[in-house]
């Protein structure tokens, strides 16, 4: 599995072009790897179904003080006021990123539609997907902080 699969790439792109555009910062993808469940999580992790015809999970994860950075430069506020909206700024980040995503890969003829964001507060969870197919754990560093996005769907099986 690499960064340029037909799937995962769309998911780096979006999660590179969100924080680009609302957050003014630099994401870099630095690895990808086939897992069998989400481990490890930081400090905030959001997830969110794909529904319909293709089926699967997105994972979010983010540690609080990048997640602050993010929050406050989209809130133009300072990042000593935005810890009130760091659950719904961990739950915006997966929506963004699974939108955009979801509109490149609509493209392909790789359909599935979004649920809601449900966001866990705190780290160390394993998030262990009710499903047959491959996950990927792709690995970023923003502003030397990890940032990391989990997917798993019938489409990455066999790639």
């Not at 979006?14 to 086939?34: F, Y």
């Not at 030397?144 to 769907?153: A, K, R």
């Amino acid at each position: 599995m690499n960064k340029d699969h037909t799937i995962v790439k769309p998911f780096i792109d979006a999660g590179i072009e969100t924080l680009s555009t609302m957050a003014m910062l630099d994401l870099e993808c630095v690895t990808v790897s086939e897992v069998d469940n989400f481990e490890d999580t930081l400090d905030y992790t959001s997830t969110m179904g794909l529904c319909g015809e293709n089926e699967g999970l997105l994972v979010v994860s983010v540690g609080q003080d990048l997640l602050r950075k993010i929050v406050a430069s989209m809130l133009g506020e300072e990042e000593g006021n935005v810890d009130g909206d760091l659950v719904d700024g961990a739950g915006e980040l997966a929506n963004m990123i699974g939108g955009a995503a979801k509109g490149t890969l609509a493209n392909t003829g790789y359909n599935f539609e979004l649920s809601i964001p449900a966001v866990i507060a705190g780290a160390k969870n394993v998030v262990t997907p009710q499903t047959q197919s491959n996950g990927v754990r792709i690995e970023c560093a923003c502003n030397g902080m990890p940032f990391v996005i989990g997917l798993w769907s019938e489409g990455l099986n066999g790639d």
